[in-house]
């Protein structure tokens, strides 16, 4: 599926899932169209056995709306260009791609470690679910000692998250990799944070990649989607394709028309949140009510040299600890003007999140730290604004 002759993943994103030339009038739409449909009619028996046989060998051939047709094939085009993938399947959000990867590639008696940093919601796939089918999670702290200690006989998958959720931390992903290869573990990675343009957890050797396309991908706010990319890895392929299929996943053709809208400017968009995140965090970082800033763009984080490395940009992500009492961080939180409250980022708009406690304590990256943590995301506002607006919210939080 590789368009890579392209010189630069920028002109990539703005020529990929065009729609084809009319071979009677020679004009095309620019933009693909919405094609939707639950039926896949043929013409007879054998261009159905065609399509069938056609499928057994891998191609991507339609046959059911549920399989998607010429938009998600498309998009899934982007995301394995994005990705430096082979094979990709649309379902319908981020955390949907985790509870596939996982349902995937584990079965009855194995074990999987993930990694301390990962969303959160992973545990509650954990507490559920997978206790449900006999799969059993573990927890690590994310580097190479722990994982190490932490593998059994029945360990099968490394899950892991970099940056990680909520702290944006750092991991060293090739060394992990280089763990779990030793002991024949697939490894599995949410890369919503990079959504391939930052980030590229394949070409670090990661075996499948999971992103929350509501996020960057999308960038609008307006649909919920996740993708999930296999590498070069027949075996792994197959087993993401056949359960996909098992559980009946499907995305709205809309949606995906709306999110191949939001590639065209993902570049543009993720840039420009970077440089707001950044001019944020160097801002916060001179506070005396901040206490520490997260953010791995930022020289000062324990992680800059690993994001140096392995990133090949940033986002608007952040995070910061505050030296204030709880209520007078929610003072804060209820104060700011430009950045709307609720989960969920990647969007044109700004958000901010007052995490609670017991989210963040089961980081060991977190270190037992007891200040009040908020996390902003930087959307596509003037970054003066947003620096004012945070100026103005801290004044209040402490004059109550």
Same mark, same amino acid.
């Given at each position: 599926?590789?368009?890579?002759?392209?010189?630069?993943?920028?002109?990539?994103?703005?020529?990929?899932?065009?729609?084809?030339?009319?071979?009677?009038?020679?004009?095309?739409?620019?933009?693909?169209?919405?094609?939707?449909?639950?039926?896949?009619?043929?013409?007879?028996?054998?261009? +159905?056995?065609?399509?069938?046989?056609?499928?057994?060998?891998?191609?991507?051939?339609?046959?059911?709306?549920?399989?998607?047709?010429?938009?998600?094939?498309?998009?899934?085009?982007?995301?394995?260009?994005?990705?430096?993938?082979?094979?990709?399947?649309?379902?319908?959000?981020?955390?949907?791609?985790?509870? +596939?990867?996982?349902?995937?590639?584990?079965?009855?008696?194995?074990?999987?470690?993930?990694?301390?940093?990962?969303?959160?919601?992973? !545990?509650?796939?954990?507490?559920?679910?997978?206790?449900?089918?006999?799969?059993?999670?573990?927890?690590?702290?994310?580097?190479?000692?722990?994982?190490?200690?932490?593998? !059994?006989?029945?360990?099968?998958?490394?899950?892991?998250?970099?940056?990680?959720?909520?702290?944006?931390?750092?991991?060293?992903?090739?060394?992990?990799?280089?763990?779990?290869?030793?002991?024949?573990?697939?490894?599995?990675?949410?890369?919503?944070?990079?959504?391939?343009?930052?980030?590229?957890?394949?070409?670090?050797?990661?075996?499948?990649?999971?992103?929350?396309?509501?996020?960057?991908?999308?960038?609008?706010?307006?649909?919920?989607?996740?993708?999930?990319?296999?590498?070069?890895?027949?075996?792994?392929?197959?087993?993401?394709?056949?359960?996909?299929?098992?559980?009946?996943?499907?995305?709205?053709?809309?949606?995906?028309? +709306?999110?191949?809208?939001?590639?065209?400017?993902?570049?543009?968009?993720?840039?420009?949140?970077?440089?707001?995140?950044?001019?944020?965090?160097?801002?916060?970082?001179?506070?005396?009510?901040?206490?520490?800033?997260?953010?791995?763009?930022?020289?000062?984080?324990?992680?800059?040299?690993?994001?140096?490395?392995?990133?090949?940009?940033?986002?608007?992500?952040?995070?910061?600890?505050?030296?204030?009492?709880?209520?007078?961080?929610?003072?804060?939180?209820?104060?700011?003007?430009?950045?709307?409250?609720?989960?969920?980022?990647?969007?044109?708009?700004?958000?901010?999140?007052?995490?609670?406690?017991?989210?963040?304590?089961?980081?060991?990256?977190?270190?037992?730290?007891?200040?009040?943590?908020? !996390?902003?995301?930087?959307?596509?506002?003037?970054?003066?604004?947003?620096?004012?607006?945070?100026?103005?919210?801290?004044?209040?939080?402490?004059?109550?």
């Amino acid at each position: 599926m590789s368009q890579s002759s392209y010189r630069h993943l920028d002109t990539l994103l703005a020529h990929l899932g065009l729609a084809e030339f009319d071979p009677q009038t020679g004009a095309a739409p620019v933009a693909i169209p919405s094609v939707r449909s639950s039926t896949v009619r043929f013409r007879s028996l054998e261009d +159905l056995d065609n399509a069938q046989a056609a499928q057994a060998a891998g191609q991507r051939r339609p046959a059911y709306g549920r399989g998607g047709l010429d938009t998600h094939a498309a998009l899934e085009q982007v995301f394995c260009e994005l990705e430096q993938g082979q094979y990709c399947v649309l379902v319908p959000s981020g955390m949907a791609s985790i509870a +596939l990867s996982l349902t995937a590639l584990a079965q009855h008696g194995d074990h999987v470690l993930v990694t301390d940093s990962a969303y959160a919601p992973v !545990r509650l796939y954990d507490s559920g679910l997978a206790k449900r089918l006999g799969i059993e999670i573990t927890y690590v702290k994310p580097d190479e000692a722990s994982v190490r200690a932490a593998i !059994r006989p029945n360990t099968k998958v490394l899950y892991l998250e970099s940056p990680g959720s909520l702290l944006m931390q750092m991991l060293d992903v090739p060394a992990l990799v280089a763990v779990a290869k030793e002991h024949n573990l697939v490894t599995v990675a949410d890369n919503t944070w990079g959504s391939g343009y930052a980030y590229r957890p394949l070409e670090l050797g990661v075996d499948v990649s999971v992103i929350a396309a509501t996020k960057y991908v999308a960038g609008h706010s307006d649909l919920m989607m996740g993708a999930v990319v296999v590498g070069d890895n027949p075996a792994l392929i197959s087993a993401v394709k056949k359960t996909n299929y098992a559980l009946g996943y499907s995305v709205s053709a809309d949606d995906v028309w +709306l999110a191949l809208r939001g590639v065209r400017t993902l570049s543009v968009r993720m840039r420009e949140s970077a440089s707001n995140g950044l001019k944020l965090a160097e801002f916060l970082s001179t506070l005396p009510e901040v206490e520490r800033v997260f953010h791995p763009a930022l020289p000062s984080d324990p992680g800059h040299a690993l994001w140096k490395r392995d990133a090949t940009g940033s986002n608007g992500m952040l995070a910061f600890s505050l030296n204030l009492q709880p209520e007078q961080a929610r003072r804060f939180v209820n104060a700011l003007t430009l950045f709307g409250i609720g989960y969920s980022w990647g969007g044109f708009e700004s958000l901010v999140q007052y995490v609670e406690p017991e989210l963040v304590t089961p980081h060991s990256y977190w270190n037992r730290n007891t200040k009040p943590l908020i !996390r902003l995301h930087a959307g596509l506002e003037n970054a003066q604004d947003l620096i004012a607006d945070l100026t103005q919210a801290l004044a209040a939080a402490k004059a109550a």
